[in-house]
Structures are given as C-alpha cells and as structure tokens.
C-alpha cells in the first residue's frame, strides 16, 4: 500500500514512452482524449519533464482521498433534497426513488421502505431518493 498519488498530466499519447519510465513506484497510465497521465507512488516531476513531451501539471493526491472520494451525505439544494438510499429521508415530503435502472417510482417512504426490502435485480434498493 502507498499513501500519496502522483498523478502527471501530459499533451498528446505518450504510451511509447511508458515502458522506459516503469519502476517500483509507477502505478499505471491513462489516456484520455489528447491528455495522457501517468500514476506514481512517489514524486517524479523532474524525471517526467525531460521526456520532451508538453508537461501540463502534477496532482498530489492522499491514497485514501483518490480511492473513496468525498463521502456522500444528504445534499440539499433550494426544495429539493437529494438522500443516498443509506440515508433516511424525511417521511412528510414527496419523495422519488432512482432505481438501479434509471426508473423512477414517486411514493411515500413506507412504500420505498418496503420496495428496498426486496430483494433482485430489478426491485433492488435505488440509488438515490429526491424530496421536495
């Protein structure tokens, strides 16, 4: 396990590059559009910008943080509230539960309470509920 992500942005596929740039620390590629990144345990700045390709940025990013993002929690905007389905929304308000899907099903919360129970691909617990 490694604790920090260094992650080195890149203009233009630099994939032929790679195979001299493995070591203990490189963690992988990716190519996305005409930006290439690179991955590393550990800070390889100035090893990275003698390659002669253009060298767009370095983020340094906690492991932790890079695997799990920002926990979700309930997030309100104006009327509306979104809840993840971990969450218990409030049982006075509309609510809309987002299925695994895509469907939408507007209930009360006893019915998607209900709904979550059971369990199969199609009548799995919903990925969000939105009240307002």
């Known amino acids: 396990m490694y604790d920090w992500v260094y992650i080195y942005e890149f203009e233009g596929n630099i994939?032929?590059?790679i195979p001299s740039l493995v070591d203990e620390d490189y963690i992988g590629f990716w190519k996305e559009a005409d930006?290439?990144?690179?991955f590393f345990k550990k800070g390889k700045k100035n090893?990275?910008?003698?390659?002669?390709v253009p060298f767009r940025s370095e983020l340094v990013i906690r492991h932790e943080d890079w695997?799990?993002?920002?926990?979700?929690?309930?997030?309100?905007?104006g009327?509306?509230?979104?809840?993840?389905?971990?969450?218990?929304?409030?049982?006075e308000k509309l609510l809309h539960s987002i299925g695994p899907a895509g469907?939408?099903?507007?209930?009360?919360?006893?019915?998607v309470?209900?709904?979550?129970?059971s369990p199969g691909p199609a009548r799995g617990k919903p990925l969000v509920h939105l009240s307002f």
């Not at 930006?35 to 690179?38: A, D, G, I, N």
């Not at 309470?113 to 129970?117: N, P, V």
């Open 15 to 17: 994939r032929d590059k």
């Open 35 to 38: 930006y290439s990144f690179l």
């Open 47 to 52: 090893r990275l910008e003698k390659l002669h």
């Open 67 to 77: 695997e799990s993002g920002p926990s979700l929690d309930i997030l309100n905007v």
């Open 79 to 91: 009327r509306i509230t979104v809840h993840p389905p971990w969450k218990n929304p409030p049982v």
């Open 103 to 111: 469907s939408r099903r507007a209930s009360h919360r006893r019915k």
């Open 113 to 117: 309470q209900k709904e979550t129970a």
